[in-house]
């Protein structure tokens, strides 16, 4: 997150970057504290730093702040004309960090998911229909560059966290033809995916959780700093391990579940980047050329007593240089997101419960506990985890009591206290 031009960060992006360590140590509050004040900035990274804020916000279930967060960043992504103009033009001439950062296309498909996430946390669900819609429809407007069917259909199978959410807002909000729709899409994309999008299973689960595991692609440069590629691989990142859950001691049968139905880092690596990204490397390229041809005239001129030849070719490496030094890459991102989310629709009795979600195979043994998870007994109750080396707990719910009669209305806290 450096300045451009080789300047030292600002106080900005030096507030930005503790946010993310604060995010990454378990430390939800104190991420979102730095990130509140930066995220009201109308700079280059306004949208990044709302959708950091609302990445925090969401992990200390601060809905409230959530939602705006991810709105204001969705109206800027979605804006006409933010980087119209001589600003567009100054990314394609200058250098990249000139143009307000939106995001790549998974990136900008994460942010309405998670909007609307929170809107089915608050069970909103005509609001959440509209976020996973257009979770899904960016996907495929970035995809269909080449108007090339079959890669709307590899993006559009890559983001099935979207489509899966869809079917079950349509199911909440009483349209059961769109919502088996959606889930015969999820079926015949990912056919292993079919216990997951049963409908009778989605129809009675009353407690939906919705884990993320890992951490997503990171931007790196390649070829002399001017081409954005993503590591790791996911052969580099290994397997991602199946979830386990525990309620009261008792472990919950997930057959069907465990298998993951995103993986960003497949999805990153499968991602054709477009436009600035194929200029900045004929820029590269270019400077290259131009570097080595000058070189030659200079030499050249200068063994025959050519000033003009040598001259010229000082020109040349001159602008080659230029070329090269504006094609660095910007490799501004939103660190805070997963590797997958799992969406794990259950059914268990009603009541206040503790809840245990562990990843008893992976290298760290990831967990997360709560205290007194209330499931209703009509409806359902909807949790979000994001389960870090940090953030084992044990927590008591509600962690933001003023949140609680927006997550849950049907059903009250009973005597647990936070």
């Known amino acids: 997150m450096l300045a451009v031009g080789g300047c030292g ?80 033009l100054g990314a394609v001439l200058v250098d990249e960090k000139i143009k307000i950062w939106k995001g790549e296309p998974f990136e900008r498909a994460m942010a309405n998911f998670y909007l609307g996430l929170v809107y089915y946390m608050r069970q909103d669900y005509a609001n959440a229909r509209a976020a996973f819609e257009n979770a899904l429809f960016k996907l495929r407007d970035y995809a269909d560059t080449n108007d090339a069917k079959d890669q709307y259909a590899e993006q559009e199978s890559n983001f099935l966290i979207g489509l899966i959410m869809l079917g079950k ?28 999008v049963d409908y009778q299973r989605n129809a009675t689960s009353n407690l939906l959780l919705v884990v993320e595991f890992g951490h997503g692609p990171q931007k790196i440069t390649d070829f002399d700093g001017s081409i954005v590629g993503f590591a790791p691989s996911p052969m580099q990142a290994g397997t991602i391990p199946p979830p386990r859950v525990t309620v009261d001691g008792l472990p919950v049968d997930l ?79 939103w660190e805070m997101l997963p590797r997958t989310v799992f969406i794990l629709p259950l059914r268990i009795p009603p009541g206040t419960h503790d809840l245990t979600v562990s990843f008893p195979h992976a290298g760290s ?6 205290r007194g998870i209330i499931v209703p007994p009509q409806g359902q109750a909807t949790y979000y985890m994001r389960l870090q080396r940090w953030t084992s707990g044990t927590y008591t719910w509600p962690p933001m009591r003023d949140d609680l009669a927006r997550i849950q209305p049907a059903y009250p806290a009973g005597n647990r206290t936070p």
């Open 365 to 370: 043994g990831l967990q997360q506990t709560w």
């Open 169 to 196: 807002s349509w199911q909440k909000l009483g349209r059961d033809d769109l919502a088996r729709a959606c889930f015969d899409r999820v079926r015949e994309l990912r056919p292993h995916l079919a216990p997951l």
């Open 255 to 333: 057959q069907g579940l465990t298998e993951p139905p995103i993986d960003l880092l497949a999805m990153a690596q499968d991602r054709r980047w477009q436009s600035i990204d194929t200029i900045r490397a004929i820029k590269s390229a270019v400077g290259s050329g131009l570097i080595i041809g000058g070189a030659g005239a200079t030499i050249y001129g200068a063994n025959r007593g050519r000033e003009d030849t040598a001259l010229a070719g000082l020109a040349m490496i001159g602008t080659g240089l230029l070329l090269k030094a504006t094609s660095q890459a910007d490799v501004r991102q």
């Open 9 to 88: 960060p600002t106080k900005e992006q030096i507030a930005a970057s503790r946010a993310v360590e604060a995010y990454f140590a378990g430390d939800y509050a104190a991420a979102q504290q730095k990130l509140m004040q930066v995220a009201k900035k109308p700079d280059e990274n306004f949208v990044l730093n709302n959708v950091r804020l609302g990445s925090a916000a969401l992990a200390r279930y601060d809905l409230d702040t959530a939602e705006e967060a991810f709105l204001r960043a969705y109206e800027v992504i979605n804006s006409v004309g933010v980087n119209a103009g001589g600003r567009s």
